[in-house]
């Protein structure tokens, strides 16, 4: 039961971990690479 917890805790440490470097990466929103161009069927219906 002791084991358990403790890989219960380990689990919910590690996902908290990921949650926050993914928060906190310092990249923010990403555009696509400028070599790639804009193909307007794959848009999003409300894509501006």
Same mark, same amino acid.
């Given at each position: 039961?002791?084991?358990l917890m403790?890989?219960?805790v #380990? &689990?919910?440490a590690?996902?908290?971990a990921t949650i926050r470097s #993914? &928060?906190?990466d310092?990249?923010?929103p990403q555009r696509?690479?400028?070599s790639h161009w804009d193909?307007?069927?794959f848009r999003a219906p409300l894509a501006g």
């Open positions: 039961m002791t084991f403790i890989l219960l #380990i &689990a919910a590690m996902a908290v #993914i &928060a906190h310092g990249r923010g696509p690479p400028t193909d307007t069927r």
